[in-house]
């Protein structure tokens, strides 16, 4: 684990802005640190949609939303003083039925040593039969710090 290496989980919520701009004023123009923006991206199940090209074009869409979340939080780092050679910005499709494990997978394998989470705001009855991003974070996170930021 590397201290100095910190996952933002990312995204479209006024949450991950809040937590992007928390990073930012904890570590600001500090040299060494490299911050990792992941926005994790879950596709609507293929027979939702008529034909492949409609749901090519929600991919599309989902893409584009991931783009433009990653360039929204960068900015939002370099505003507090980090450099933009120490942000990093990723998109990964959701492995398995979970954005949490996709999430602390990317971690593991890439050695960070803080992930930083938003929390979302699910109601209780929705985090009872969903979960949260959040919460499996907090609960499944292993070898690292976690920062939630509400």
Same mark, same amino acid.
């Given at each position: 684990m590397n201290p100095k290496?910190?996952?933002i989980a990312a995204d479209a919520s006024e949450n991950a802005k809040r937590a992007a701009s928390y990073v930012g004023e904890i570590i600001g123009p500090r040299q060494g640190?490299? /911050? @990792?923006?992941?926005? /994790?991206?879950?596709?609507?199940?293929?027979?939702?949609?008529p034909d492949d090209a409609s749901w090519q074009i929600?991919?599309?869409?989902?893409?584009?939303r991931a783009d433009n979340v990653l360039a929204d939080l960068k900015e939002v780092l370099k505003s507090r003083g980090?450099?933009? %050679? %120490?942000?990093?910005?990723e998109a990964r499709?959701? @492995?398995?039925?979970s954005i949490a494990q996709t999430i602390l997978e990317y971690q593991k394998k890439n050695d960070f040593g803080t992930i930083v989470v938003g929390r979302r705001g699910v %109601?209780?009855?929705?985090?009872?039969l969903f979960?949260? /991003?959040?919460?499996?974070?907090?609960h499944y996170a292993k070898d690292c710090a976690?920062?939630?930021?509400?």
């Open positions: 290496r910190l996952l640190f490299n /911050v @990792t923006i992941l926005y /994790v991206i879950r596709y609507p199940e293929r027979d939702l949609f929600k991919r599309d869409e989902e893409d584009q980090i450099p933009s %050679s %120490s942000i990093d910005t499709r959701a @492995t398995g039925f %109601s209780k009855a929705e985090e009872f979960g949260s /991003v959040s919460n499996k974070i907090v976690v920062w939630v930021v509400e």
